[in-house]
């Protein structure tokens, strides 16, 4: 099968969307299918082997970047998207988190009579709001003409499928995201690390993720006031030096990868995500992984993967005082938190990137079964 990927981002960029993209184009390539990335330009050569270049060629299209958050860029127009799509022949073009280079890459397809698989991932409307000043109702406009356009949108909870439907999007299913379970496991707990991060053998509460608005890191404040636990936070952007401040006593680490972190996970004894605004949320997935017990807002992409009491608790969204009295819950239950860490690993074994990588090529072969069948989409 021949494909093309159009991606809002790849790596060096370290966030869900760029992961996810490389992870996809990676098992494409892999299991034989002629995989093509189409992406925005940013700052020259990955940072490590994670985000290293796979076996497929990447299309790069100018960009700048988004105003506010200069870790994330926006194309700007260029013919070299309809030049590659058209020069790939592709069989089905795949839009990751479609808004700005995605909706050319749907007028792209569409002008050449080539299926589209659309991936929602992330809540774009949410940070058109606080990135662009634009209204939610006019991201959510343009995030309708794409989607809809779409043979197939893919969502990665629940909760995101039931916001698409509400929001007028057909034809969506589910397809969560992968882990590498192999990477991320409780082996690599490191003690030397550990002893590191909190010397008096204080409880290690951590967070790994972008340092931005939505995310709520603020809201871990008061844990830092707690006797007895240390807060580890792993990860850049734009609240970077904001947070500082406000959580006195926190380890800041910035941004790290691949297996240095897959270390810090493992080295946790609780992972806290307080962001309310998560299609699916992958670093509580590598957290589980990791054999680490979760906690994170009852909303949203989290619903699908904590399940409250067994592997993790979920606490009211937007609420400082209830991620505090989670954190106590455990820290007072050492036999929970390897109750909840072993059975957050067992849930999340089988979803590995190959195996949602099958996945979705049956939702490519599906889509061209009722592009031969019906015809076209209108």
Known sequence: MRVVIVTESFPPDVNGVAHCAWQTARHLALSGHDTLVVAPAGRPGPPDGECAAGPFPVVRV???????????????????????LAAHRPDVVHLASPFVLGARGMTAAVRLGVPVVAVYQTDVAG??????????????????????????????SAAAARDLALHGVPRVRLWPRGVDSERFHPARRDLELR???????????????????????????????????RVVVAGDGPHAARLRTLLPGARFLGTRTGDELARIFA???????PGTQETF????????????????????GPLDLVDHHRTGLLVRPHDAQALREA????????????????????????????????????HYREVLQDRARYGAAA
């Open 62 to 84: 100018p960009s700048v970047p988004l105003p506010g958050y200069p870790q994330i860029r926006v194309a700007l127009p260029s013919r070299r998207l309809t030049a590659a």
């Open 127 to 156: 940070y058109a709001r606080t990135y662009l000043g634009m209204g939610e109702n006019v991201a959510w406009r343009r995030l309708r003409t794409v989607h809809r356009a779409a043979d197939r949108t893919l969502a990665p």
């Open 195 to 229: 002893r590191a991060l909190a010397p008096g053998g204080e409880l290690i509460v951590g967070y790994v993720g972008r340092l931005a608005p939505e995310k709520r890191v603020d809201l871990l404040a008061p844990l830092c006031a707690l006797p007895g636990v």
């Open 267 to 273: 080295s946790l004894d609780v992972f806290v995500h």
């Open 281 to 300: 949320c992958q670093t509580l997935q590598e957290a589980q992984a990791s054999g680490v017990p979760v906690i994170a807002p009852a909303i949203g």
């Open 327 to 362: 954190v106590l819950t455990l820290e007072a239950g050492r036999r929970i938190r390897t109750q909840y860490g072993r059975a957050g690993r067992a849930s999340v074994l089988a979803r590995t990137w190959a195996a949602v990588g099958d996945s979705l090529l049956d």
